[in-house]
């Protein structure tokens, strides 16, 4: 019980280290930039909440939209499964897919 009790441990201090350091609001690929420098747009879940959503070419980042509350916002702007906005905006690097 002691070994796996402490092997445990060591699997989430491991984990935890690696994300010291690490600046989460950067792109770090290949054309390094803030995100904040990217264009958002809107992806409704099968559901009819929405997700903000972008996309640099390469990399994707996805995030449940929230009101002040914590609650998901469910406000009709497309049908479901669609993406709506500039998401794809901001970035130099080419959408290969």
Not at 24 to 51: E, N, Q
Not at 52 to 74: A, H, M, N, T
Not at 76 to 86: D, M, Q, S
């Amino acid at each position: 019980m002691a070994i796996r009790t402490f092997i445990g441990l060591a699997l989430v201090a491991g984990s935890l280290g690696a994300c010291v350091g690490e600046d989460k609001g950067r792109d770090g690929f290949i054309d390094r930039k803030d995100l904040s420098t990217l264009k958002a747009g809107i992806w409704v879940d099968p559901v009819g909440c929405d997700h903000w959503i972008i996309d640099d070419g390469f990399e994707g980042y996805l995030s449940q939209r929230l009101d002040k509350y914590g609650k998901p916002v469910c406000s009709g702007v497309a049908p479901p499964t669609t993406a709506t906005g500039p998401f794809k905006s901001g970035s130099g690097f080419p959408d290969v897919f």
